[in-house]
């Protein structure tokens, strides 16, 4: 099951550069992100929403290839297997990118709306859904961006000891 944490920062920037961070040690499989998002308030209170996971392109380029796969099947039945890829292709693609800007895969976006009017304008919050992770070897690494905790999943023991290894560093 996944865990969902909400860390908010000091600058606009702070929060891509943490999960920045954290993809380079999930690489060292200290943590194993599902989702993740980044919400950056402006100092004229605009809020700008940066998905990890552009599901609308997604959509589109699975899409595309399984449609030129079977327009250039159904093609070969009509002697025309470049044709029938071609339009295979445009349909697919057309229709994987309006089936991606449905789907809502992962942090909903409602909420990630919501939560991010409440962060203070030139700051930053992180949205993450982490499947594991290894907070001893985590903490360190993040510790020098002053992360604050606004919202998780967790537990009540183990919020309390995130927000404990967090107060160490103010």
Same mark, same amino acid.
């Given at each position: ?5 909400? @860390? ?12 920045? =961070?954290?993809?380079?040690? &999930?690489?060292?499989? $200290?943590?194993? @992100? ?11 209170? =605009? ?14 380029? &699975? ?10 099947? #159904?093609?070969?039945?009509? $002697? ?17 990118? +309006?089936?991606?800007? $449905? ?10 709306? &919501? ?13 993450? +859904? ?23 999943? +967790? ?6 000891? @995130?927000?404990?290894? +967090?107060? =160490? #560093?103010?």
């Amino acid at each position: 099951m996944s865990d969902l944490v909400v @860390l908010d920062f000091d600058g606009i920037h702070t929060a891509d550069d943490v999960l920045n =961070k954290l993809r380079a040690l &999930q690489k060292e499989h $200290l943590i194993d @992100l599902e989702d993740s998002c980044v919400v950056e308030r402006a100092q004229d209170g =605009k809020i700008h929403i940066k998905q990890a996971v552009n599901l609308t392109a997604m959509g589109a380029s &699975q899409g595309g290839l399984s449609g030129a796969l079977w327009g250039t099947l #159904v093609g070969f039945l009509f $002697l025309n297997p470049l044709a029938g890829m071609a339009i295979g292709a445009l349909a697919g693609a057309g229709a994987g990118a +309006l089936s991606g800007s $449905l789907a809502d895969y992962g942090i909903n976006d409602e909420f990630v709306r &919501q939560l991010g009017q409440t962060i203070p304008p030139g700051s930053s919050a992180l949205f993450v +859904l982490v499947r594991s992770i290894t907070f001893d070897k985590i903490m360190p690494e993040i510790e020098p961006y002053k992360p604050r905790v606004l919202r998780t999943s +967790l537990s009540n023991e183990d919020e309390a000891k @995130l927000r404990a290894a +967090l107060a =160490k #560093v103010s």
